[in-house]
T-cell receptor, first 112, second 117 residues
């Protein structure tokens, strides 16, 4: 299986609800990053969390990292229709320099 | 914020021809750029790491003679898909790592959609 696996693969919620996406990985990391991709477009960097950090916030985003479980979660609070996109986690492996290994992604749909 | 551009945004070519894709960092210098490929509804797969002034480093399974990478300056890397075939049709995305970045944040281009007929 891949270094980064995300669940759920797809998530559909109503506007205003919270969305939680999870990412699991297999090997030791320097940092973990979350990206957003609108359909057919490039990636937008959302947040980076280092291996010695447990939680970070940025606006409506909250990311947690549990290195003992090799997992991370992305929480989007008070979702909006404009949050509809695919979300990917990416890990920078220990000793891997700045190379990123992307997870399988979660397709989020926020309905009005 | 840091901006990365790609050109062209989409290209259609005949099988057997070569296609060049440019990746430019517009407002910063990047000693390292990365090239990814993304098939429909799939994740990004790293193809190669492009280093200014030296040879690119290719990931396992990526043919270096087919996907030629040139990183001739601190703001430009090019990917040439040689003798393209329909199975090379994909979304190619580059990213650039600012030279002064100590945080490992890569900035991604908008991608190039390649269709080989």
């Amino acid at each position: 299986s891949q270094q980064g696996e995300e669940d759920p693969q797809a998530l559909s919620i109503q506007e205003g609800e919270n969305a939680t996406m999870n990412c699991s990985y297999k090997t030791s990391i320097n940092n973990l990053q979350w990206y957003r991709q609108n359909s057919g477009r490039g990636l937008v960097h959302l947040i980076l969390i280092r291996s010695n950090e447990r939680e970070k916030h940025s606006g409506r985003l909250r990311v947690t990292l549990d290195t003992s479980k090799k997992s991370s979660s992305l929480l989007i609070t008070a979702s909006r229709a404009a949050d509809t996109a695919s979300y990917f986690c990416a890990t920078a492996l220990t000793g891997g320099g700045n190379k990123l290994t992307f997870g399988t992604g979660t397709q989020l749909k926020v309905e009005l | 914020g840091a901006v990365v551009s790609q050109h062209p945004s989409r290209v259609i070519c005949k099988s057997g021809t070569s296609v060049k894709i440019e990746c430019r960092s517009l407002d910063f210098q990047a000693t390292t750029m990365f090239w990814y490929r993304q098939f429909p509804k799939q994740s990004l797969m790293l193809m190669a790491t492009s280093n200014e002034g030296s040879k690119a480093t290719y990931e396992q399974g990526v043919e270096k003679d087919k996907f030629l990478i040139n990183h001739a300056s601190l703001t430009l890397s090019t990917l040439t898909v040689t003798s393209a075939h329909p199975e090379d049709s994909s979304f190619y995305i580059c990213s650039a790592l600012p030279g002064t970045s100590s945080r490992g944040t890569q900035y991604f281009g908008p991608g190039t959609r390649l269709l080989v007929l």
